[in-house]
């Protein structure tokens, strides 16, 4: 991970979370669709699809636990030539040696997580991961932190064609 992504993912996450007087400060963020944003970079040139999850619960030995969480954040990084590559950060250090379950309308997906990220392990897995995002409603993010918590994150799919279409595009 660049620390350019990581700057624009900083940008992308105050946007998100922000007042509407932080959102309207960032210059990066060039469309939203439904439940779903567009930011572009231009040097070097990036372009991203990012969302929030609707709904996120977590356990602690089957328990709900209250627990403090940075930014849960799923995203798709389009560069020129490349296909979008899929990362999600849980807010917290996943458990080490452990992988993310991702669910999508039924469909089953891993991603392997290091501290505070986690994404597809080859360019095969994150394009039938893409596909399936597009095809579906919703998507179920199920993790462990590195203190035994669980969580599971969903996030609604509506407008995660039409921003991707747009990102891709914006990053040809």
Do not use: H
Request: glycine share 10%; proline share 5%; aromatic share 8%.
């Amino acid at each position: 991970m660049t620390s350019l992504f990581g700057r624009t993912l900083a940008i992308a996450a105050i946007t998100l979370a922000g007042s509407t007087a932080m959102a309207q400060e960032s210059t990066n963020r060039v469309a939203t669709m439904t439940d779903w944003n567009v930011f572009t970079e231009e040097s070097p040139k990036e372009c991203w699809g990012v969302s929030k999850p609707k709904e996120s619960v977590n356990t602690r030995d089957g328990k709900p636990a209250s627990v403090t969480r940075s930014d849960i954040l799923l995203f798709v990084t389009f560069r020129p030539g490349k296909p979008g590559e899929i990362s999600f950060t849980g807010g917290y250090p996943f458990a080490p040696g452990s992988t993310v379950e991702v669910a999508v309308d039924g469909n089953g997906f891993q991603l392997f997580s290091d501290g505070e990220w986690a994404w597809p392990g080859s360019a095969e897995d994150d394009a039938k991961l893409l596909a399936a995002l597009k095809a579906g409603t919703n998507a179920t993010l199920t993790a462990r932190s590195s203190r035994g918590t669980q969580t599971v994150d969903t996030f609604s799919l509506r407008g995660f064609t039409a921003a991707m279409e747009d990102a891709g595009k914006r990053c040809q």
